[in-house]
């Protein structure tokens, strides 16, 4: 006799009743969903980039000049042993990643060779000729120097784009060193390729007010000092203005731990505060340098040089400069994300606009709506009641499948709707094979429940089978794929569990009742 546990019929109601509710969001809008009560579910399947528009970003990371600047760092380095150690030199440059150190004294060779080799591992070094050496990192920390680069730009460009308020969206590393953007239902594009086309690398550095006009635009001036224009001009025709900067007494922009945007006596400005470490090392410079100025620089421009009236001891302060409320706006959410440790250069972009996203909604929809309509007539005809009870199933697997993509809010992409559409005939695929082995007992002689029975446990291995297997090449290309291609593999893989556990579960269920029911000597499949 066939029989159906009490504890499988409660976890088919459960997950009938649980995919009912979670689903439902899906079939009202927003602003719908916005008038029902707080207690009801109202999370949407979000939509991906080709069915809502946004825009596609592909990034390559600079990593050619945090290389060089790790290179620059370990020259000062070199240069500050060679002062101690009184070696002179007469050439010291870096090109091609080589840096190549002259020494004056042959003499000093076998101190200098002795000097270098209490240096870090990752250092190379040969010498061309009794005078000459050439030094440069090695492929081991060429590779790591790059690859944490990358992995930093990832994370500084989520957080980059986090702060922007685009929802869900896809950042990923792909390959050495590019970034794979997707940002559905953005809106302005430009604005966020400004954003992530700057490094964002802040400082505070003081002002040295004894440098002439003439010494800056010579570049003749005395040691520790650089110069760095402003980020305005006066006007079009006019040169940036030129800054000496100190070079020691600086503050980094790593240091803040929040800026948003303001305002002071009417202008937009940028509030600032730095943690403990940096609220103590930025009171104890403006105590130091009174009356002087202190430089804000981002990436290499002076954007504000106000004067130090007072020590500033709190840890907090203001960015001014000529600034408009969007400038501010963004400057804080740059120095709120981070610096990037090298820039970025877009490779490739693409924009898919509403319109286009919302036809490709439209023709799955209707790709969806036709196969579920012709599925429904095809199971009725060649299975009468039997293709009933499979249609029922086929709702049933729909809403289930939707509410999973719902609750872990899967990204539902154009090739997502090609997994669903997929994932309506494979779930009365495995009612089709259960209906013809259960005609082939009929034909034996069987009783209709004696049939049903031995059907379903003779189709029961056939499904796992081939289901298992699709499964297995769904999550294979989950796993070697990218953007579409993924939101294809997730659909097609909840999609097969839910096929699986309709069709073994809930149209059996729905048999053995309709048999207890009505009890027919003859089954008309």
């Known amino acids: 006799m066939v029989q159906f546990k009490k504890w499988q019929t409660f976890i088919v109601i459960l997950f009938g009743i649980l995919g009912f509710i979670f689903s439902i969001p899906n079939f009202f809008k927003s602003e719908t969903l916005n008038n029902f009560p707080n207690f009801f579910p109202k999370k949407q399947i979000v939509l991906g980039l080709d ?5 596609y970003l592909l990034l390559e990371v600079d990593t050619n000049s945090v290389i060089n600047d790790n290179l620059n760092n370990f020259m000062d380095e070199v240069r500050l042993m060679l002062r101690k150690n009184k070696i002179s030199y007469s050439r010291f440059n870096l090109e091609e990643k080589i840096i190549t150190l002259q020494i004056k004294n042959q003499n000093k060779k076998d101190l200098l060779e002795k000097k270098l080799k209490k240096f870090s591992n990752d250092i190379e070094y040969k010498f061309i000729d009794d005078n000459t050496l050439t030094l440069n990192f090695t492929d081991q920390k060429l590779f790591s120097i790059q690859d944490t680069a990358v992995l930093q730009s990832v994370e500084v460009v989520r957080r980059r784009v986090d702060e922007f308020g685009t929802k869900e969206p896809t950042i990923q590393r792909q390959g050495v060193k590019r970034i794979l953007l997707e940002l559905p239902g953005i809106t302005d594009p430009e604005r966020l390729k400004k954003l992530l086309g700057k ?3 802040l400082s505070f550095q003081v002002v040295d007010e004894d440098i002439t006009s003439s010494e800056l635009k010579s570049g003749k001036h005395k040691p520790g000092i ?11 025709n006019s040169e940036p203005i030129l800054y000496a900067i100190k070079k020691r007494d600086t503050i980094s922009g790593d240091l803040l731990i929040n800026a948003s945007p303001s305002l002071d ?13 940096g609220g103590r090392k930025f009171g104890n410079i403006t105590k130091k340098y009174v009356g002087s100025r202190i430089a804000i620089i981002l990436d290499n421009k002076v954007i504000s040089a106000p ?19 969007q400038e501010v706006t963004d400057l804080a959410m740059l120095l709120r994300a981070g610096a990037l440790p090298a820039p970025l250069n877009i490779l490739e972009e693409r924009s898919v606009g509403p319109s286009l996203g919302t036809d490709s909604i439209q023709s ?3 790709a969806s709506i036709l196969g579920f309509i012709l599925i429904i007539i095809f199971m009725y005809l060649i299975y009468g009641t039997f293709g009933i009870f499979a249609n029922i199933a086929l709702i049933f697997n729909l809403l289930i499948l939707l509410s999973i993509l719902t609750l872990i809010q899967a990204t539902l992409t154009l090739p997502g709707i090609a997994g669903i559409v997929l994932t309506i005939g494979m779930a009365v695929d495995a009612n089709v094979l259960i209906f013809e082995r259960i005609k082939e007992e009929i034909k034996l002689g069987l009783s209709p429940i004696a049939s049903v029975d031995i059907g379903y446990k003779q189709a029961l291995k056939t499904i796992i089978d081939a289901n298992v297997t699709t499964l297995i090449a769904a999550v294979m290309l989950f796993g070697l794929g990218s953007g579409p291609v993924k939101g294809f593999a997730v659909t097609l893989s909840f999609g097969i569990i839910t096929s699986m556990f309709t069709a073994i579960m809930f149209t059996r269920i729905l048999i053995i009742i309709w048999l207890k029911k009505t009890n027919p000597k003859v089954i008309n499949l």
């Open 51 to 55: 069915l809502q528009g946004g825009s």
């Open 226 to 236: 650089v110069v760095l224009p402003s980020d305005k001009l006066v006007d079009e």
């Open 307 to 325: 004067n130090i009236r007072e020590p500033i001891t709190g840890g907090r302060g203001i960015i001014t400069g000529q600034f408009t409320f």
């Open 199 to 201: 490094t964002a690398k």
């Open 364 to 366: 799955g929809k209707f």
């Open 265 to 277: 006596r009417n202008s937009p400005v940028v509030s600032f505060q730095f943690n403990s470490k």
